[in-house]
């Protein structure tokens, strides 16, 4: 996908911790989240943490099946800024991690190329692609392991990532669909706009997974370095 950061050595100064034996963690958690995200949206270049919004990615390829193809490049989106914390499940005991978050909108503009079919329609072009999601929700989730490292300190191990993202609506523009052809371009529009749950049930999962990827990327950019104790302190 071409999104990359490299791990720094010290905490951030927007990583605040939250102690491990607070009856009200998860409400600390969230908070402390929320703090952080007009950071992150910013970038980090300490970090080596990519601005948010706009958010560009140079190529993103999109096979959920064996019946349609589509690859994205020169990928920018716009709204990440909007970002908001609604909810965090902590469970140290368990080590699994929930943030329910939202957007209010979500806008993808790309150059695409597509080739197949979406339901029973034959489809297929290349050009600018426009997606406009509504009231995006998302569920990002983690399980993790710890490790102890060679200063003899706890750190972040590897981590299980899951997500879920729900959207009230979404709208499709693909440019130059069908090389061209008007007439059948705006009747595939058409149906594609009208039925746009079903084409989410296509392409819903890799671009839940392309946010899934992400996340899980600034998390290990920003808390791998970083011991456990200062994540969820104990005093």
């Known amino acids: 996908m071409g999104f990359q950061f490299h791990q720094g050595y010290y905490i951030a100064t927007y990583i605040k911790p939250c102690n491990a034996n607070d009856p009200e963690l998860n409400k600390c958690f969230a908070e402390h989240a929320k703090e952080a995200v007009p950071f992150l949206v910013k970038g980090d270049k300490k970090y080596n943490v990519h601005a948010l919004d706009p958010l560009f990615l140079e190529r993103v390829d999109l096979r959920p099946n064996n019946q349609i193809i589509l690859k994205l490049q020169k990928v920018k989106i716009l709204g990440l800024g909007g970002l908001k914390i609604k909810e965090a499940n902590v469970d140290l005991k368990k080590r699994h991690i929930k943030l329910t978050m939202s957007v209010s909108k979500l806008d ?97 999962d890799p671009i839940a997974e392309c946010i899934q990827e992400i996340a899980t990327t600034l998390i290990k950019a920003l808390l791998y370095p970083v011991s456990f104790d200062k994540i969820f302190s104990t005093n």
């Not at 692609?129 to 003899?152: C, P």
């Not at 750190?155 to 009230?168: A, H, M, N, T």
């Open 108 to 204: 993808v503009f790309a150059q695409y190329n597509m080739s197949g079919q979406i339901r029973v329609i034959p489809i297929h072009g290349q050009g600018p692609m426009e997606i406009k999601f509504t009231d995006a929700n998302l569920v990002y989730a983690f399980d993790y392991n710890l490790e102890v490292r060679k200063d003899s300190k706890t750190y972040l191990g590897d981590i299980k990532p899951s997500i879920d993202f729900q959207v009230k609506s979404a709208h499709f523009l693909f440019g130059n669909l069908f090389d061209g052809n008007k007439q059948i371009s705006d009747s595939t529009h058409e149906v594609l706009n009208k039925n746009w749950q079903d084409v989410m049930n296509i392409f819903g």
